[in-house]
Nanobody, 114 residues
Framework: VQLQASGGGSVQAGDSLRLSCKDS????????VAWFRQAPGLDREFVAA????????DYTDSVKGRFTIYRDNAKSTVYLQMDNLKAEDTAVYYC????????WGQGTQVTVSS
C-alpha cells in the first residue's frame, strides 16, 4: 500500500474542491478507505469512509450534505468531493486504509477563507 493524496488548495467559503487518494499498487481496492482531517491544535478527526465497492459510505455530521466520498477502483483512487466549503473545514486532509496495518497518505492542505 502506498497512498498519495492530492487536490488540496486555498479557496473561498462556498467553493468546492475534490481530493484524490491513489494507491499505487491497488491493494486498497478490497478495503474500506477513509478520509481524516487535522486542524491546527486539534486532534485528527474522521471525515468520511467508503466501503470497498463504494456501496456503503459514512460521514461525520459536520460534513453531511456537503461532502461526498466515492471511489473508482479501476483507477485505484478514492475521491472526496467537498462542496460549500466553510472556514471550519480548514485542515490537513489524510486518506487512510487498514490492511493488517494502518496506512496514511501524506496529507493535503485545505484552506478555506471566509
Amino acid at each position: 500500500v502506498q497512498l498519495q493524496a492530492s487536490g488540496g488548495g486555498s479557496v473561498q467559503a462556498g467553493d468546492s474542491l475534490r481530493l484524490s487518494c491513489k494507491d499505487s499498487d491497488g491493494t486498497f481496492n478490497a478495503y474500506t478507505v477513509a478520509w481524516f482531517r487535522q486542524a491546527p491544535g486539534l486532534d485528527r478527526e474522521f471525515v468520511a469512509a467508503a466501503s470497498w465497492n463504494g456501496d456503503h459510505t459514512d460521514y461525520t455530521d459536520s460534513v453531511k450534505g456537503r461532502f461526498t466520498i466515492y471511489r473508482d477502483n479501476a483507477k485505484s483512487t478514492v475521491y472526496l468531493q467537498m462542496d460549500n466549503l466553510k472556514a471550519e473545514d480548514t485542515a490537513v486532509y489524510y486518506c487512510y486504509v487498514r490492511v493488517y496495518l494502518d496506512y496514511w497518505g501524506q496529507g493535503t492542505q485545505v484552506t478555506v477563507s471566509s
